[in-house]
């Protein structure tokens, strides 16, 4: 086993930007023992004045869209303009295969060589709400080792792109042009979120289609309410192939950015967000508490009979749960 | 102010079939008092019994669908019939315009006003997850009241249809024949919680469209994973106006029944209903509880506001936070 580090080697080791001490620190915050995640916290709120630099950046689209491709071409135009960047995914898919890392290796190979990115796959074995918590916390360590720009990516199918969107500043959204199903293959709670619709894959002959594809978007996004920060979703077309559109879309994300931070809805939406990271927080850590008390865990499945069997009204069950756990940490 | 009745006035009076008093337990029920909902616990435990015995059935469809004019006709066929049927709305709406009493009883005026027929609006003023609970609760009433088809009513557009989804037997989903966007209005989660879809208006020249949509539905329905229950959705269509189709529904809602208490389905989804409720009032509770303690809503603002400024992290402080609510139920 490794030595530990302390929690000043830790702190110098990120601010230093070394990647080796980055991703042992990640490790730390993964790290599921109660000593670790103290250690880990210790570190965080250390490293807190260093962090909330970086361009947050959520993106999202449902397999087939080519989001690796563009990942990997989007992370080398700003790594070619010298800039630092992280790759971080949140992929429930990978609490069922525990773990991604050669996957993410194997799809952005170049992007991964890259002395100015960084990837790291989502942690394995936890739940989703799990996962956002040490995303975020990961964001903020990637921040104080010098990141510029963070890329939060999800797979779009399901409850992660809200998570995501409750931690960047901007959400693009990657969408094929397809034949008549433009708005089908991704649910509609996420295009609403969505900064940005980029069509991808305008390339090879596939050029009209997308550009049909962008007005039929744009027609849609005019249906949804304004979103209160001034900006009004844009939709472009890309191509990974022929790297079209791609400087397009990072100027897109820096006008989004100068707009709200002019007028300040840049910085409320972020206090909102560690707003509502706590609350989540709290949230998560009751029910855990609950759950886990060795009282309930005991009675848990006799109670659960007697509901399921009607022979007691759930709520009623619940209560007296709740009378348990409470007398339990009374004494 | 009326005179308080027993738990035994209760008891004898819903289950007599007496609306007054079921009205009146209704309200208990509803109550944000702590001796009323103590009595209304009581109340329906006791009850507990004699509920389960009803046809529990969600109908949900956007604006426009033709929603209460079809909850009308169909409930019509069922008083016809002889059956006693009772209306619940789950109206997130009506946490905005404080009560929609007067909306149900005009856009349900012949039903409202057929004995066999009993419509209670969505109780105002508290949350949702509140409303769901309620009306769980109002179902069971209303079973041990003698009524033979529950129908929980919502407007297909939010989270309210999970809810609804979570505690009935049966999902209709009523769907307009539209011009091409079929699948448009209407959430892609709710469509595959449907064990029925409804298209409305087939009438008055719309008969070949509402065709249409059927098939175009029916595709639709086989894209999605079957449910394990061993029911495949089945797409119908009808008219309000012109009565067609409305028997051919309810016949459907039974042969559903009969197959699935045939191979016991019927039974356990029952049974993870009320897990499920067990553990969503465990959980509401818990965030109720630590929110409501006044050593947290003390402390509570300016916790946050060190938060939103970026002075502690949320994880720190939502812990520091727990730990005084534990602190303070210890005393």
Known sequence: MRKRLSKDEYV????????????RAITLIESQLDTDKALAREVLETLLPHTGNSVRLGITGVPGVGKST?????????????????????????????????G????????????????????????????THKTRETMLLCEAAGFEVIIIETVGVGQSETFVHGMVDFFLLLML????????????????????????????????QARQAKVSYENALHLFPASGSGWY???????????????DIWKTILAHRELLQQNGYFFINRKQQNLAWMHDFIKQTLEERFYQNPQIQQELSSVESAVTEGKKLPIKAALELLRLFEKSIHS
Chains 1, 2 share one sequence.
């Open 12 to 23: 110098a080791g990120v601010l230093e930007g070394n990647r080796m001490i980055l991703s």
């Open 70 to 102: 563009f990942i990997e071409t989007f992370g080398k135009h700003l790594t070619n303009q010298g800039k630092k960047i992280a790759v971080l995914a949140i992929d429930p898919s990978s609490q069922i295969s525990k773990g991604s890392i050669l």
């Open 233 to 247: 979703p844009k939709v472009l077309t890309c191509s990974a192939v022929t790297q079209t559109g791609i400087d």
């Open 104 to 131: 993410d290796k194997t799809r952005m190979e170049e992007l991964s060589r890259d002395p100015l990115a960084y990837i790291r796959p989502s942690p394995a074995g936890i739940s989703l709400g799990g996962v």
């Open 177 to 208: 042009a397809g034949a008549g199903d433009e708005l089908q293959g991704i649910k509609k709670g996420i295009m609403e979120m969505a900064d940005l619709v980029a069509i991808t894959k305008a390339d090879s002959g596939n050029e009209l």
